[in-house]
């Protein structure tokens, strides 16, 4: 949802044999800037393949980030401890040189180091304005220092090839491994996407862990690692598309328009029904005026997703990229409304669709990968009476037709003989037509 903070955002579910309200029991909200970035980090299990490996933000090779100098530290054998105690964070990435997962880290890292870099020099050069002083005060070393003191983190790093003593003594089993060090001891590892702004949220989830509220630098460098990263092409239609919205008002306020990701699964009736996402909170009314729910689409889908993709890749002949793209229709589409009172409905037909097996070779994995729903869908902007609160509507009915694939083999010697006995018919069918014309 692009205009509507996860507080006020609620998911209701109806169908002809009855409702559920406000289900959010298996849906995570994350809330987004108005820039379309995520703007909180939240502890998940991952699986390893759905790791983002590096920052695809990050356009430039460490070569190029290196051109004014290297901003994540590097240590050795008496830095480390020494750092350790001097800075009260400190963020060590542990590699090898010979490690390609390492390199490509790298740019992300060095990235990461350079915003901590920009933002702790904003909090100097503040800091010697606020006291009246210039850059004769200081000399560059000192100013330097000044910039590390200053720094809400020290980002650095340290080469285990190097010096494979300081990586066994803290039991470095992988690499790259990220970790936290808060007032010389571990205080945690980093295993969620390799991207700066998962960092930084990362980093700020930590310090409210160990710091007090009063003493609270991380916020510091949000706002120059969301102006650092250049959008991914989801960011930027995100971004695109609210501005496409807010431009026209010249007295919109967009710091007062966060966004909220809906993230997860709903369970719904074998029977026709909707699910809306509208704007909800007990103990407020809502303007039917200023409620906006224009909404990007990530991912919609019915069904096991694991199913979708043994499907896809099971290698099933005949199966169109149109098929594969009608098991999630909406996929990528942005829905912004461009007038008061407005909202996008979505209207889905779903058709049932089984795929039968039989003796192949993906038999072991049962009826689990069997069915999968394909989705007619039409979308419509509707408008609503100017007492009514907008929401955004997908409603969904099953096709009374199901369809079922059925994948069998033939012997060569069958295939052999159809063939013959059309070519059989053909020649008899010609002898048939020369003996009428003699007659």
Not at 28 to 45: M, P, T
Not at 180 to 191: C, E, I, P, S, T
Not at 214 to 242: C, H, P, T
Request: charged share 25%; glycine share 6%; hydrophobic share 35%.
């Amino acid at each position: 949802m692009m205009d509507l903070p996860c507080n006020y955002a609620t998911v209701d579910v109806y169908s002809t044999v009855g409702f559920q309200k406000n289900i959010t029991k298996d849906v995570k909200k994350f809330e987004v800037s108005e820039d379309g970035v995520l703007q909180q980090y939240e502890a998940r299990n991952w699986h390893q393949d759905d790791v983002e490996l590096w920052d695809p933000a990050v356009v430039e090779t460490v070569e190029d980030l290196h051109n004014d100098g290297e901003d994540a530290i590097s240590l050795n054998n008496d830095t480390f401890p020494y750092a350790k105690e001097e800075f009260p964070f400190l963020f060590v990435k542990f590699y090898t040189s010979d490690c390609p997962n390492c390199d490509d880290f790298a740019p992300t890292w060095e990235a990461l180091g350079e915003i901590v870099t920009d933002a702790s020099m904003h909090m100097v050069d503040d800091f010697m304005e606020a006291k009246g002083m210039d850059n004769h005060h200081y000399s560059d070393e000192e100013y330097e220092q000044a910039v590390n003191v200053m720094a809400p983190v020290l980002v650095t790093r340290l080469d285990c090839g190097a010096y494979p003593d300081v990586c066994k003594e803290q039991q470095i089993r992988a690499y790259p491994t990220t970790r936290l060090f808060v007032d010389g001891k571990a205080a945690g590892d980093y295993d969620g996407h390799r991207t700066v702004m998962e960092l930084v949220h990362w980093l700020g989830h930590m310090e409210a862990e160990h710091r007090e509220p009063g003493q609270l630098k991380m916020n510091n460098i949000f706002k120059y690692a969301s102006e650092r990263a250049v959008r991914n092409e989801e960011e930027r239609i995100w971004n695109d598309a609210l501005m496409s919205y807010r431009a026209p008002s010249p007295f919109f306020n967009t710091t007062r328009h966060p966004g909220c990701q809906l993230v997860g699964h709903i369970m719904v009736d074998s029977a026709p029904g909707k699910f809306l996402i509208q704007a909800q909170s007990f103990g407020k009314d809502f303007s039917t005026t200023l409620t906006n729910v224009s909404h990007i689409v990530h991912h919609f889908s019915f069904g096991d997703i694991e199913a979708q993709e043994s499907v896809q890749n099971g290698g099933w002949k005949g199966i169109s990229s149109k098929f594969i793209q009608s098991l999630h229709p909406l996929d990528g589409n942005v829905y912004v409304t461009s007038g008061l009172h407005q909202a996008y409905h979505h209207h889905l037909r779903v058709v049932t669709t089984e795929f039968d097996f039989g003796d192949s070779l993906f038999k072991w994995v049962g009826d689990k990968v069997r069915r999968v729903y394909r989705i007619l869908c039409n979308t419509q902007l509707s408008t609503y009476r100017t007492s009514i609160v907008p929401e955004a509507k997908f409603e969904y009915d099953l096709s009374p037709i199901a369809m079922s694939y059925l994948e069998v083999s033939r012997n060569w010697y069958d295939y052999s003989t159809g063939l013959l006995a059309i070519i059989g018919g053909v020649k008899l069918a010609k002898d048939g037509c020369a003996v009428d014309r003699e007659i």
